[in-house]
Each structure stands twice: as structure tokens, then as C-alpha cells.
């Protein structure tokens, strides 16, 4: 029964993971700082914030295309060279006075982190494990492979040692392995965020106010969109979108291989 409710579970995380996707493809996030607070930022345990962020998501995937559809074209045209600076539609923790402590415990989290994934340098063995690649063929900076398990028990409980996603380049004999991604739960606070990485260490990120096309709306890029110029709830009831305050829980990226902690926990 215990498999079969976590199976279902997985299922329907599956289905979010098209617009997370949407919301990673560009590359590493440049860091920049937002000082608005989060949008539903309060407590709240990890199964009722996932049940928010999967009921959320569903609803996106109403229209004309399919989820699928609309996350290529998203991607397709709002694709920037190098970081992708979201501005309005990205909020970042902001950055704490780093202590020994802190690096000490990064720096463990990197550790484990390198050692349990060194065996995904050949993707193939990823595959297998269950990680799955969004948009394989579209050419991108970053591509994302996503195991939708460790993405659901992110939401409950924390592992260094199994990353939501794995973060590879595209290779002309297949893909090299650069990095890794963990998530929580949008409902989180930044004591519970930091209690997993130092928030002097490195900033998580959540993407936000997303104003989407309704069924039998076109998707007009300039506005809609991670890219769009609509970021506020006004402005897309104004536009007859649908709007969404925050896609998704918080992320942050990991590059355990790189040679200096600075660049191992660049954003």
C-alpha cells in the first residue's frame, strides 16, 4: 500500500516538474537580491506545502496546448544567453555574515554531495536511477534530469547525498555531469532553508509571480511567462491570465567539482 500511495505520489510530481523546468533551463541564476518577502512564506508541514505547490501546477497545465507544449515553447522563446536574470519573477534569500561554522557544514554538504553523485558522470547510470531529462533535445545551456522521488521526499526530509536534480552540459558524445539541485518546500522558512545550507553560503531562490494565458488565450511572450512583463496580480487579471505568486518550493544549485567553495555555491 506504502509503494503504491508513494507511486501515485511520484506520478503527480511528475506532472510539476514540466514548469520547474521551465523556471532552471537558463543556466545558474545570477544572484541577485529582492528584498519583497516571499508570497506565503509561513510554516506549514511539508505535506500540506506539497499538496499546494502539485494542485497549483495543475491548473497551469489548462489551454490549449499541453503542459509539455507550453513548457518547450517557453523555453524555446525565452531563452537568454548566460544568466538569466528574472528580476521581479525571482526572489533569492538574502545573503548572511558567513562564520567557520557555516563553511564547515557547506563544505560537508559538498563532500557527500560529490561523492554520491561521481557515479552519475556516466548519465547512463543516471538513467537508470531514475533521473529524467526535461527537453533532451532542446538546446540548452543546463539541462536538468529530475528524480521525481527524491524531488517528493525533499518536501519531508533532507539528504546531502540525494539531490532533487543533476545539473549537466551537453556533450558531443552525450552529457558531462557539473552539478545538482535541492529543493524544499515553498512553504519553508529561511531558518528551515539554512538549516539544510548555510544562507551565508549560498542564496536558494524562488521563482514568482507567473502570469500564464488562459484556455484559448495566445501566448504572447512579451508578456506572459517567466520572461514576460507582467508581474503582478493586477496587471494579469487586467491581461484575463491566471496568475501564480510562487511556481514550485525553493532551490538551490550545487557545483561540488569545481576547484574553490566559491564557485562550488555560485547562484
Given at each position: 500500500m506504502r509503494g503504491r500511495?508513494?507511486?501515485?505520489?511520484g506520478l503527480r510530481f511528475f506532472s510539476t516538474t514540466l514548469l520547474l523546468a521551465l523556471a532552471l533551463v537558463a543556466g545558474r541564476i545570477?544572484?541577485?537580491?529582492?528584498?519583497?518577502?516571499?508570497?506565503?512564506?509561513?510554516?506549514?508541514?511539508?505535506?500540506?506545502?506539497?499538496?499546494?505547490?502539485?494542485?497549483?501546477?495543475?491548473?497551469?497545465?489548462?489551454g490549449d496546448m499541453s503542459a509539455d507544449d507550453q513548457a518547450q515553447k517557453l523555453v524555446n522563446d525565452?531563452?537568454?544567453p548566460g544568466h538569466h536574470h528574472m528580476g521581479a519573477?525571482?526572489?533569492?534569500?538574502?545573503?548572511r555574515t558567513a562564520t567557520a561554522a557555516d563553511w564547515a557544514r557547506a563544505d560537508q554538504v559538498a563532500l557527500e554531495l560529490r561523492d554520491s553523485i561521481e557515479r552519475f558522470k556516466d548519465y547512463r547510470v543516471a538513467l537508470s536511477e531514475g533521473y529524467v531529462p526535461f527537453l533532451p533535445n532542446l538546446p540548452q545551456p543546463m539541462y536538468h534530469f529530475?528524480?521525481?522521488?527524491?524531488?517528493?521526499?525533499?518536501?519531508?526530509t533532507f539528504d546531502a547525498a540525494r539531490p532533487t536534480s543533476l545539473l549537466?552540459?551537453?556533450?558531443a558524445g552525450g552529457y558531462e555531469l557539473i552539478g545538482a539541485m535541492y529543493t524544499m518546500a515553498r512553504t519553508a522558512t529561511e531558518e528551515q532553508l539554512n538549516e539544510r545550507v548555510p544562507l551565508s553560503v549560498a542564496s536558494w531562490h524562488l521563482h514568482t509571480n507567473l502570469c500564464m494565458p488562459k484556455r484559448g488565450q495566445p501566448m504572447d511572450m512579451t508578456k506572459f511567462g517567466l520572461a514576460g512583463?507582467?508581474?503582478?496580480?493586477?496587471?494579469?487579471?487586467?491581461s484575463g491570465g491566471k496568475f501564480f505568486p510562487v511556481i514550485f518550493g525553493w532551490m538551490v544549485h550545487v557545483y561540488p567539482f569545481e576547484s574553490t567553495r566559491e564557485k562550488i555555491w555560485e547562484q
Open positions: 500511495f508513494l507511486g501515485s505520489i545570477g544572484a541577485q537580491q529582492s528584498a519583497a518577502k516571499p508570497p506565503q512564506s509561513g510554516a506549514q508541514s511539508g505535506s500540506q506545502s506539497g499538496q499546494h505547490d502539485m494542485h497549483d501546477m495543475q491548473g497551469m497545465q489548462h525565452q531563452m537568454l519573477h525571482m526572489h533569492m534569500t538574502p545573503r529530475t528524480n521525481n522521488r527524491n524531488g517528493f521526499l525533499e518536501a519531508f549537466y552540459k551537453k556533450t512583463s507582467i508581474a503582478t496580480q493586477a496587471a494579469c487579471d487586467a
